[in-house]
């Protein structure tokens, strides 16, 4: 019994968080369940560059922000056009996050771009 009560806990925890993360998911879904992508990123790995290509719904006013694995951002674009290329020759070799978001904040498209030299 008393291993009983930790265990439920744990999956308890764990139904919660991926029920609050699939909430905040703001791509819609195809009939398969996979996701439509906003943006196109290329090329990936990247060494000098990586361009951020908006695909579906352009609209004004949106940033990219991009995140190392530590969670610390290292680079942010506002009013981003259609193709919006990213320097990257000062980043550090390694994975980076980026977030598109629109005007009020709300998380558009999500991604994961790599870094090597």
């Known amino acids: 019994m008393k291993l009983i009560v930790p265990i439920l806990s744990f999956i308890l925890l764990t139904t919660i968080q991926a029920s609050s993360q699939e909430s905040r998911n ?3 879904t195809l009939p398969d369940g996979g996701s439509v992508k906003v943006l196109k990123l290329y090329p990936n790995p990247a060494t000098s560059y990586v361009t951020f290509d908006i695909q579906k719904s352009f609209q004004k006013g949106l940033t990219i922000s ?6 610390k951002k290292v680079a942010e674009t506002q009013n981003v056009n259609e193709k919006t290329n990213l320097p990257v020759t000062d980043f550090n070799r390694g994975m980076y996050i980026y977030h598109l978001t629109d005007n009020t904040g709300k998380v558009i498209d999500t991604g994961k771009f790599q870094v090597s030299r």
């Open 26 to 28: 703001p791509l819609p």
């Open 66 to 71: 991009v995140f190392n694995m530590l969670g």
